[in-house]
Every structure is written in structure tokens, then in C-alpha cells.
């Protein structure tokens, strides 16, 4: 059984998350690396931008078209991410309970993957794998004028879809990132319902809001953790239910 692990705030869980039992997908460009949150350009064969924005290009806005467009192909992609590792249990990442979890007083999400994919089977998930902490050098497009804007974008998506989304510096590579790509321009709503096995509470978290969270849950099926800091590592203490 393979776990993978969702950190968030606490307002989101208790407001959102378990109200739904659904995760919501994300724009990269609303996530915190320096790649997704820089304007996109890729170099192109026969691209005709001049076809595209028809209103606004000229020789002075060719480069103002070139991001436009590839901000187009960004929006294109729905992310949702996780930590998933076989070194160690995914609650023990502490850089992730700074970052995304606030600095401990957040909570992290444990969720059974075959599970999860099981129950999202009627979503067009287009993948589901580890991001390479390898990045490439962005290869060119190469437009085809018998297909249409979306469908090139859709092509050159398929074709370089690891290098685009699935690709970050060294620096990261403490994250063990999974991400979950959906070709869409909209959000998605992903069940939890089947899959959710555990929710971890930060060193920090405000336990007066454990009931909040208790009655969305089956305690049979999802168990709820403390973590605590011993021999210097995170480890975890099963919560009684109430």
C-alpha cells in the first residue's frame, strides 16, 4: 500500500478540504517556485502569433506575443502535489511543514495512492509521476498550420510535458514532489472520500480544533496523528479519537 502525503494550512483543511472531501487542483503559476512563477517564452518554428493576436501584434510586440503565448500553454495545466519517498515517511518532511504547512501549525494529509486513483477514475488524469530535479533546456515548438492553437499546444504539452511541468533545480529535490497533471484551463475537485488514511497535526497546531476536523472523519478508516521531535527526527503518536 502506497502513501502519499498533501500538506496545507489548517483553515484550508477545516473550511474546505474535509468539508468536500476533495483536494483542489491549482494554476501553476499560483505555486512557489521561480519556474512556474516566471513568465514563459519557448523559441518556435511557424508559430503564427501574427494569426493569434491579430489585435495587438506588430514587429515592437513580437516579444510581448511570444509570453502571451506561452502563458497560454502554462494555463493549460491543472497540478496538485505531494511528497511521496520510499527513504522515509512522508509526514517526516520538515522542509515541507515550513512551506507549505505554516511553520507546523498546519496539518498533513496521508493518502492511500492506488486508492486515490481508483476513486478519480472518471477524471482524465493525464500524470501522475515524481518530478526530476534535472531540468532541460526547453525545446522548441514547432507548429502545424493544419491543426488548431489548442491542438498545437496540446501536442507540444504531450510531447515535452516533463521538462514543462515536471522539473525543478537541485535545490528542491528534499521535497520528493509527486505531481498530478490534469489538461485543463479550470480547477478540478479530486475525492478524498476512499483514500484519506491519515491526518498528521504539526508540533504547532491548534488542538482546540481537533473536533472541527474529527467530524468529518471515520476514525475506523482515518486515523489521526501528533507528530513530535525525538532523536532528531519527526516521529508520530496515534491520537485517541473522543
Known amino acids: 500500500m502506497s502513501k502519499i502525503y498533501h500538506y496545507t494550512k489548517l483553515s484550508t483543511v477545516i473550511e474546505f478540504i474535509l468539508p468536500s472531501m476533495s483536494l483542489r487542483t491549482n494554476f501553476l503559476n499560483k505555486m512557489n517556485g521561480p519556474k512556474e512563477n516566471q513568465e514563459w517564452s519557448f523559441g518556435g518554428i511557424n508559430v503564427p502569433y501574427e494569426i493569434m493576436y491579430a489585435d495587438t501584434y506588430s514587429d515592437k510586440t513580437h516579444i510581448t506575443c511570444m509570453y502571451k ?8 495545466i491543472q497540478a496538485l502535489c505531494f511528497v511521496h519517498t520510499d527513504i522515509n515517511d512522508g509526514y517526516e518532511n520538515e522542509m515541507m511543514w515550513a512551506q507549505y504547512a505554516e511553520n507546523h501549525k498546519g496539518v ?12 478519480n477514475s472518471h477524471i482524465d488524469i493525464f500524470k501522475f509521476q515524481n518530478v526530476e530535479y534535472k531540468p532541460k533546456k526547453d525545446k522548441w515548438i514547432h507548429w502545424n498550420r493544419d491543426m488548431s492553437k489548442d491542438e498545437n499546444i496540446n501536442q507540444f504539452i504531450k510531447r515535452d510535458f516533463e521538462n514543462l511541468f515536471l522539473s525543478k533545480s537541485h535545490y528542491w529535490e528534499k521535497e520528493y514532489e509527486k505531481r498530478l497533471l490534469i489538461i485543463t484551463n479550470d480547477y478540478c475537485q479530486l475525492n478524498i472520500k476512499e483514500s484519506l488514511t ?3 497535526f504539526g508540533l504547532f497546531t491548534n488542538l482546540n480544533y481537533d473536533i472541527a476536523i474529527q467530524q468529518y472523519i471515520d476514525s475506523l478508516k482515518t486515523k489521526t496523528y501528533s507528530v513530535y521531535f525525538e532523536d532528531n527526527r519527526l ?7 473522543k
Do not use: A, N, V
Not at 108 to 119: G, R, V, Y
Open 69 to 76: 503565448f506561452g502563458e497560454e500553454i502554462k494555463s493549460k
Open 108 to 119: 498533513c494529509i496521508e493518502l492511500d495512492k492506488e486508492l486515490f486513483i481508483k476513486e
Open 198 to 200: 491519515g491526518i498528521y
Open 235 to 241: 516521529k508520530k503518536m496515534e491520537r485517541k479519537s
